[in-house]
């Protein structure tokens, strides 16, 4: 089975996104920069499973670093999962994604960042019992 994984950012009321992007993207204080770092750190080598608007933002350099996978709503989650075994497997995307994948994610990694601005998505605090 693969060891199913999400990593995520919030702001400070756990804002997640605006607009389909990030809400501090472009930010290039410390904490923000070394939040993206830590992303493409952590998920070298391993899978990354995501929807489309979300794998075209995966810079071209970060392609050859980890297997990536485009997944749609479409498809079902365990089989998704299924073609991995014996791998690490993060979760990317946001809210669609994580409603439809939560009951089978096991470690969510979830990095407080200060912002404190608009957003119009945010996490959901019953994805991180639903598995």
Same mark, same amino acid.
């Given at each position: ?28 204080? /410390?904490?923000?920069?070394?939040? =993206?770092?830590?992303?493409?750190? *952590?998920? !070298?080598?391993? %899978?990354? &499973?995501?929807? /489309?608007?979300?794998?075209?933002? =995966?810079?071209?350099?970060?392609? *050859?670093? !980890?297997?990536? %996978?485009? &997944? ?7 089989? =998704? ?9 993060? %979760? ?40």
């Amino acid at each position: 089975m693969a060891d199913v994984r999400a990593m995520c950012a919030i702001g400070r009321r756990g804002q997640l996104g605006l607009k389909g992007r990030m809400p501090w993207e472009g930010d290039r204080r /410390p904490e923000f920069v070394a939040d =993206v770092a830590r992303f493409w750190e *952590a998920t !070298r080598g391993h %899978v990354l &499973i995501a929807g /489309p608007t979300t794998l075209r933002s =995966v810079p071209a350099w970060a392609h *050859a670093e !980890r297997t990536l %996978v485009e &997944i749609r709503s479409s498809m079902d989650p365990e089989e =998704v999962i299924a073609r991995f075994p014996d791998r690490v497997v993060y %979760v990317g995307g946001g809210p669609a994604v994580w409603t439809a994948y939560a009951r089978l994610i096991r470690h969510w990694d979830v990095n407080r960042l200060p912002y404190d601005g608009e957003a119009d998505r945010w996490l959901d605090p019953a994805w991180l019992v639903a598995g």
